[in-house]
């Protein structure tokens, strides 16, 4: 297996309009950032993916770009940023920047000027504009297809000035770019290659299995109303041809990281995409398991998740990548809802179970990430009314649910609690302060209430947080090889409540086991790795999130039943 940095790295996300502000207008920006570089290099992270600071309207809080190069106000300065990037560097780590490139703003100049004309517009074929189709007798003008928006809504909106129609996977505001054009893919590497020779470690790429649509963007048959048309956008005809171009154009001639956010993507098209001999990307996100507890209905629909299921759908990505491409590791994210609230405890064993699940994410084969405050245990937020939600898909979702459909506020407010992105927005907790410390103004997203109990402050003056643990992982990352490179075999794959799995490189062998409950479990190791009768092993604890007395000695097949806490994590060499 080849070694590569970004391999044995370990990558923090910041939300920056949620990280630190600096100057009092409740909207975290670069200098705040800045001022916090040296706990990021306390915890010992190597990678720090920004989410985007480019010029924009925010009407998806910075993910529809009006200015690829130039930064939003709101955060800062160009030569804010510059200072930021100096300050990781100085400190040993990297930065990788979000590529947001299946659409722009509606504010992008491409796009204005798109929209200016039909004819004789050379911006025209940037997006996808088509006319509409005509309605049944009686009835209006339809979009030029079914397909539903990811925010809610139809994936069209009608343009007055031209009177066609642009595509819109996302917000209205947020229009897709029409890759099938060469004049817009070499706009696009001009500008990656811009801020790669500014000195930048690479590239975290927004939703870029959606770049290539099907010819001819079809209706999907047989549906009624909007309907999700991702099989005509997703890891579409063309999108290998478009990788492996931005790889040759761009990426090779560069030392640097790439990972693509990929939803729908299999471990067989995963290979495709990470294969080393592919020249395309490092890794990708894959989403399959932050599906787990969504049910027919959808992201909202939610549902009980099982430990068998979240085992074979990881355990199915380590082995399909294994030898082949290269995992990601992460449970939470800017879009996601606080791990530790989905898969852990928020009340009593909110500890042990946050590092019990970072032991799960840091002892996989991969790359490991880390979202802002996930290395304190922070949790979803209850917010008790819809009027304290700023994310556009929380906000359409719930005016479609309970104005167009009926449904009852406080069942969608369950969903909003439980699965809104939000969750993960809220400001980072760095003290007991007013507002957490992040803001000496009025917060945009308000302060989840528990700051005054979980905050950066405490965290770091108690050698037992989960700060410390998340610490530990990244040291011991950094001493054994084995962390990064290590092959992955599974164990107890039927077992409802103990996760298990051996890392072999090299001659040396960790054992993994953990409880992911509550309720108290015994662990029994399996017979077959110990197949010599009468030899006996003395396991060495390399780390686990509970006091643990001397290693049981292991005596040929008698072996000794270990009790495992609630949530409790062990890692052994054996």
Known sequence: MKKAFWKEAVVYQ???????????????????????????????????WLSPVYKSPNDDNGYDISDYQDIMDEFGTMADWEELLAGLHARGIKLIMDLVVNHTSDEHPWFVASREAMDNNPYRDYYYWRPGQEGQEGQEEREPNNWVSCFSGPAWERDNKTGEYYLHIFSR?????????????????????????????????DVINFISKVEG???????????????????????????????ERVLSRYDIMTVGEMPGVTTEQAELYTGEDRRELNMVFTFEHMDIDSGPGGKWDVVPWKLTDLKRILNRWQLGLQGKGWNS?????????????????EGEYRV????????????????????????????????????????????????????????????????????????????????????????????????????KEIHAEAAMKDPDSIFHYYKLLLLLRKQHPIMAYGSFTSLLDNHEQIYAYLREWEGERWLVFMNFFKEPVDFILPLELFPVTGATMQPELIIS??????????????????????????????
């Open 217 to 247: 963007l079809p209706s999907v048959e047989g549906a009624e109303g909007y309907t999700w048309g991702g099989d005509y956008f997703m890891n579409g005809p063309r999108i290998h041809e478009y990788l492996q171009e931005m790889n």
């Open 173 to 205: 505001k947020q229009p897709d770019l029409n890759w099938e054009n060469p004049r817009l893919r070499e706009e696009i590497y001009k500008m990656m290659e811009w801020w790669l020779d500014k000195g930048i470690d690479g590239f975290r790429m």
């Open 329 to 345: 590791l992460y449970l939470n994210n800017h879009d996601q809802p606080r791990m530790v609230s989905r898969f852990g405890d």
């Open 545 to 574: 999130n509970y006091e643990v007395g001397s290693a049981e000695a292991v005596v040929g097949h008698s072996i000794d039943v270990v009790p495992l806490r609630p949530y409790e994590a062990r890692v052994y060499r054996i």
């Open 14 to 48: 910041i939300y920056p309009r949620s990280f630190m502000d600096s100057n009092g207008d409740g909207v975290g920006d670069l200098r705040g950032i800045i001022s916090r570089l040296d706990y990021l290099k306390e915890l010992g992270v190597d990678v720090v």
């Open 352 to 451: 042990v179970s946050a590092k019990m699940l970072a032991t799960l994410l840091h002892t996989m084969q991969g790359t490991p990430y880390i979202y802002q405050g996930e290395e304190l245990g922070m949790t979803n937020v209850l917010f008790p009314s819809i009027d304290d939600y700023r994310d556009i898909e929380t906000l359409n979702m719930y005016r479609d649910k309970v104005s167009g459909q009926g449904l009852p506020p406080e069942e969608v407010m369950r969903s909003i609690h439980i699965k809104g992105r939000d969750n993960a927005r809220t400001p980072f907790q760095w003290n007991a302060e007013p507002h957490g410390g992040f803001t000496t103004g009025t917060p945009w997203l308000a302060v989840n209430p528990n700051y």
